[in-house]
């Protein structure tokens, strides 16, 4: 019999890997999200019992898969007093959609990009899309995304169960669109896994930097995206996840806090991964489709061809930001652009833009502002108002490491 403490870290490393992939499929098998989360937790339970006394399954993935789909089938027979299956009418049909494909690896594979396209469907609102996305397919929090998108808790739990429910009740097919189809729905599925990557790579709260399996898992459903629909747009935001994920273990330092940009050891980056983001916009700018992604992922370029941070072309930057600011306007992006600017005019000018910004009200608690205008004042030597602006970006951060990171510069402005 295995060790109890080996099979439970087995069963924690599973869900950690595998519960996203589990639930999608079970999703496809069982026709309904919320009769596939309970299959899931039923199958895990199952696991806590029957794991430490059998040992771990060689495919621990479709044993959880048959047992989720086991136990849903079992709860529909309690549902219906052990009535025969067949006599269970229309409601009992989406147990038995599928019932061989939860073996097939390919058909696994491709079920979270189904589950993908499903939660952004058109029929949904934009900010449902990604709410449910991020809950269904990333495993997120109700609490972790409200957070994220500055929404009350209840509010955005209302909104996932509004969007479950309009899935069900227009009966929303869980597959991957005609290719007719596929570009009009690109757009909204592109902007989910990008908020994705950016969850994984910059996390709104909790104790980490970076939260790895989220940038992961959206950059392989980036690659699926540009396996089966090779658009400009789609290339672009692969090339800009693969770019920023190069620099991921360089972003913390060894006390846990953040390192900013200018600071992190470029020795360190991962040159694979450059390599093959450069590769991907070249494939994607190739197509001569200019979309904001591919903007962004040639700002992310010439960081990481810039041998170090004072040879990197900030002029050049500054006039991408210019770009994208035409083709997709956004006061994050005028914040950014400041920063860059700052880099090519000075501190001075990029501190009359953050403050024009900031009257205006578009980022109102928005943490980066004081966060970018803290490090201009510092520039400026103007130490009791950067230490202020850093207090300012602290009290409304909930991510440990920039805490951290703004207490050292705090106490580098005494």
């Known amino acids: 019999m295995p060790a109890a403490e080996t099979v439970q870290q087995a069963i924690e490393a599973t869900y950690q890997s595998e519960s996203r992939r589990v639930l999608a499929t079970l999703i496809r098998l069982l026709g309904d999200f919320d009769a596939a989360e309970e299959a899931l937790h039923d199958a895990f339970r199952a696991a806590l019992e029957q794991w430490p006394r059998d040992g771990v399954p060689s495919n621990p993935r479709a044993w959880l898969v048959s047992a989720g789909r086991f136990k849903a089938i079992d709860a529909a027979r309690r549902r219906t007093r052990f009535d025969a299956l067949d006599d269970m009418g229309e409601k009992a049909e989406p147990v038995f959609i599928d019932t061989a494909a939860w073996a097939d690896d390919e058909s696994v594979d491709d079920d979270r990009l189904r589950l993908v396209f499903t939660c952004c469907h058109p029929a949904l609102a934009p900010d449902a899309q990604v709410a449910l996305t991020l809950r269904e397919v990333c495993g997120l929090t109700t609490e972790e995304i409200a957070r ?13 169960v509004r969007a479950k429910a309009k899935i069900r009740d227009a009966r929303i097919p869980y597959e991957v669109p005609s290719r007719a189809d596929l570009p009009e729905r690109l757009e909204a599925v592109l902007r989910v896994v990008y908020l994705v990557f950016n969850e994984g790579y910059s996390p709104s709260s909790g104790a980490e930097a970076t939260r790895h399996d989220l940038a992961a898992e959206a950059i392989r459903l980036g690659r699926l995206l540009v396996e089966l629909v090779p658009e400009p747009e789609a ?10 994920d190069a620099r991921r273990v360089t972003r913390v330092d060894a006390e846990g806090a953040l390192v900013p940009l200018e600071e992190q050891d470029r020795s360190r980056w991962n040159m694979a991964s450059i390599a093959a983001g450069l590769a991907t916009l070249d494939a994607a700018l190739a197509l001569q489709q200019r979309g904001p992604y591919q903007v962004q992922a040639a700002i992310a370029a010439l960081h990481a061809r810039a041998a170090n941070y004072e040879d990197t072309d900030w002029r050049q930057i500054a006039g991408l930001y210019e770009v994208l600011l035409r083709i997709s306007p956004s006061p994050v992006i005028e914040l950014n652009h400041a920063a860059a600017v700052s880099m090519v005019d000075g501190p001075a000018r990029a501190l009359d833009l953050i403050d024009a910004l900031a009257a205006r009200g578009a980022l109102k608690g928005y943490e980066l502002l004081p966060a970018v205008r803290a490090d201009l004042l510092r520039r400026l030597g103007r130490r009791d108002a950067a230490r202020e602006a850093y207090q300012a970006a602290t009290a409304v951060t909930q991510l440990e490491p920039l805490r951290r990171f703004y207490a050292r510069r705090i106490a580098e402005m005494r």
């Open 148 to 160: 994220a998108f500055l929404t009350p808790a209840p509010t955005l739990a209302q909104r996932i």
């Open 235 to 244: 290339q672009g935001l692969l090339a800009l996840m693969q770019l920023h």
